[in-house]
């Protein structure tokens, strides 16, 4: 498996694992690396002083989740406060006496929306760690084996995105607020409509963005539909990209007036969501934009650049996260920072293949675009965890695209 490449004046993310930069008086640190990444969160949860807040979709009982559960458990015991939420859908392979220890120890877990109602549809998606209130870390990736490894063919390809600075203190109070919300009123889905509607986004370079069930697009959605407005430079890579005609007119507006480039999956254990995408590639293309398909892993990767505006998170672009999960997205408006994230988009095309016109027309017969759309429709309404178990007969390569290379 090849590594992407960045602007030579840094070394290449294989050569150190991470991207750091400073912006408005934060340290940002970006590390791809899977293994790098748990290394590093296992040292911030081991170096923790005081408290330790967890929000996780998924959390898996393997080797790293065990590794990040007993540094959990130790800090509680060493006088640390622990609070963890944990989604009950995402997690729900996980029994819960697994976490008894980190309970014995004086740490508090909840599982969010854990009982069946109409607000069950509704997951809470994010991924968030803040150490002592003033380091925070974040993306896409779960807590389990498969975001947290040395890069393999069956990993995710993802980021994870340390923050240090003032704005950590939102992230705290939106900790704080997930937290008495899932203990207080969980499952009440017009109180979490009215929490996610009244944040307040803030000014600055650095802004924490929620998204949540709502009747139109989720704070986070809004703020990126504006930048999207007044873009003319567009960088996305997008694990899971099945969004409504809204968001694709707006993308292919900005494609026709600038230039966008998209990395989608080509790789998934859900084949669903590639076929939801694929559904779109041709209104993306005939407007001039660059689409490449991402083949050295399963893509997770959730990373959005705008001119001079990055956001990262847990959101992808799609129905779910643009309307009805719980979300979490930076927002950081740097140039130097937005250029070498657009570098390091650039640098992945080695390990990407390029999808055309003719390539995708030789692939959309009239059954496959059948399924395309089936599943296109399917994924804007359940949950990941259940359309990774609906094919809908597709298949990741169709050989038929061969001859066109």
Known sequence: ??????????????????????VGGHRLELI?????????????????????????????????????????????????????VIDSFGSGDVADSVFNPLREAGGTVTF?????????????HQKLIL???NVAVTGGFNIADDYLSKPRADCWFDLGLIVAGPTVDRAVQWFDIIH??????????????RLVRQWSVGTGPVQWLVGGPTDRLSPWARAVRADLDRGRRLDMVMAYFSPGQGMLRRLGRLAGRGKARFIMAGKSDNPATIGASRLLYGFLLRRTADIWEYRSCKLHMKLIVIDDIAYIGTANFDM????????????????????????????LEPECETVTIESHKARGTWLTRLRWFLAWFVVGLADYTVTRRLNFGLTEHDPRIDALR
């Open 180 to 193: 008495d919300y899932t203990i207080h009123d969980d499952g009440k889905l017009l109180m979490l409509r």
């Open 131 to 133: 150490i002592d209130g």
């Open 320 to 347: 779910r996260s643009l309307f009805i999960n719980v979300e979490l997205m930076v927002r950081i408006h740097d140039a130097a920072f937005a250029q070498r994230l657009r570098e390091f988009v650039a640098g």
């Open 112 to 124: 969010f929306s854990r009982r069946w109602r109409s607000s069950y549809l509704v997951r809470n």
């Open 32 to 84: 791809f690396d899977g293994e790098k990444r748990l290394e590093r969160l296992l040292a911030l949860l081991n170096g923790a002083i005081r408290s330790i807040d967890l929000i996780m979709y998924i959390f898996e009982h393997d080797g790293a989740g065990r590794r990040v559960l007993d540094a959990l458990t130790a800090a509680a015991r060493r006088g640390v406060r622990v609070r963890a």
């Open 1 to 22: 498996m090849t590594h992407p490449a960045v602007p030579a004046s840094e070394p290449s993310a294989c050569e150190s694992d991470a991207m750091k930069a400073d």
